[in-house]
């Protein structure tokens, strides 16, 4: 017998014994390799850690010194397998790799086959749109889409709009044309509106205008605060008069008179009148108890100008000085809330009304009932008749006579 195989194989049966049962716990999680800044991360997960216990999945930034950004927590609460699955936003990180690992709260260690950790890799693609329509609009009930695509040469492209985290548009094929979309979509109301791009690579990126109406005071701003250097106290006697400096007042334009006409107005229900003169240069203002816009037409076929250039109550005022003798009118509140009365005012204007032929210059169908019925050249009465009953009366006369 070689008694130096079997001391060998003596000890290390030993050893074994000393070093007690190899743990039989296992944790294993799976991610994908790689995602699209923008999109969730899905992690799913199983293990037969037994209860009490938790496990965390921690989401992190693979940094010198890794950065936790998210941790959630799994309850184990019976024994046997346990599966999960929990989710990791990546809206706003950057672009890298990042450690998804799984950690047991009573530090239990797990079996050597484990999967306890997973790289991921955010890949950002946000950087090929340029949104090329402005981020502030003013609230028109259409919100102005355009934007530039670098590199792409599809002629479509998925877009989804949502306003406050519900979706009001698509996901929709849009139309790409030299790399650039353009899209009016209507809507309802002010507010942010968060645009989504997304290709056959999947997610591309998210961007945000906002429409608001008018703000007063985002044009007007606060009044200028001006540094008063400090001056000695100087005394002065009770009976002193003490006179304000008048503080100053912005310019309103000058109301003017003339021919007027009040109509009641709305953002859905416009009035259109027909302003009639024989003498310009005419003054046309509109006012009221709002902010109001009104456009004008020097032709039925000519081009609509805009006349919105004050704020709040200000009127608004123009002054035509080529040669005509209608004008036609299209008035309205600027603020799709306010439903007010306008008074409209033409100073040189033989008359100033509401008009079917100006609703048909806007191109709107006849609303007032204005159209004159067209008449022939009056026939006056023909005398045949009178002289022929006179004859015949004076013949019965003689008659009875």
């Known amino acids: 017998m070689n008694f130096n195989h079997l001391k060998t194989t003596t000890a290390v049966i030993l050893l074994i014994l000393m070093c007690g049962p190899v743990s039989a716990y296992y944790l294993s999680i799976e991610a994908p390799a790689q995602v699209k800044v923008g999109e969730p991360i899905l992690v799913t997960g199983s293990t037969n ?24 927590s799994i309850q184990i609460t019976e024994k046997g397998d346990t599966f999960f699955n929990v989710t990791f936003k990546t809206d706003g990180l950057d672009k890298g790799n990042y450690k998804i690992e799984g950690l047991s709260q009573s530090q239990r260690l797990f079996s050597a086959g484990s999967r306890s950790i997973r790289v991921v890799k955010l890949i950002d693609r946000s950087d090929m749109i340029t949104i090329t329509s402005p981020t502030w609009q003013e609230f028109e009930k259409t919100l102005l889409i355009e934007a530039k695509i670098s590199g792409y040469s599809e002629n479509a492209i998925q877009m989804e709009v949502t306003k406050d985290h519900e979706t009001i ?26 645009i ?137 509140p600027y603020s799709f809330k306010a439903s007010e009365k306008a008074t409209i005012t033409a100073d040189t204007a033989s008359s100033v009304g509401l008009s079917d032929k100006a609703a048909k210059a806007f191109g709107l169908p006849p609303r007032y009932g204005d159209q004159p019925e067209e008449k022939g050249a009056e026939t006056p009465l023909s005398i045949l008749p009178v002289l022929l009953g006179v004859i015949l009366g004076v013949m019965v006369f003689i008659k009875r006579s």
Do not use: C, W
């Not at 938790?54 to 950065?67: A, E, G, Q």
């Not at 007042?249 to 109509?263: D, K």
């Not at 027909?274 to 046309?284: A, F, L, S, Y």
């Not at 109001?292 to 002054?319: C, D, Q, R, W």
């Open 49 to 72: 850690t037994p209860p009490p216990d938790k496990i965390d999945i921690v989401f992190s930034h693979s940094l010198n010194v890794p950065l936790e950004i998210d941790r959630q």
């Open 196 to 332: 989504s791009f997304s290709d056959y690579d999947g997610f591309i990126g998210r961007y945000s205008i906002t429409s608001e109406e008018r703000d007063h005071y985002r044009f007007t701003g606060p009044a200028d605060d001006h540094d008063i250097a400090d001056e000695p106290v100087k005394k002065t006697d009770v009976s002193d008069t003490i006179k304000p400096t008048p503080a100053d007042t912005p310019v309103r334009p000058e109301i003017i008179s003339g021919i007027t006409a009040e109509v009641d107005v709305s953002r859905d229900n416009p009035a259109y009148l027909t302003v009639t003169t024989d003498k310009t240069p005419v003054v046309i203002q509109v006012s009221g108890d709002t902010d109001l816009v009104f456009e004008y037409k020097l032709s039925t076929a000519g081009a609509g100008i805009k006349v919105n250039e004050e704020m709040g109550t200000a009127p608004e005022t123009v002054t035509i000085k080529d040669s005509v003798s209608e004008i036609y009118l299209k008035v309205y």
């Open 169 to 194: 548009f698509g996901p929709e094929s849009i139309p790409v044309s030299g790399g650039r979309v353009r899209y009016e979509m209507p809507i309802k109301s002010p507010g942010n509106y968060e």
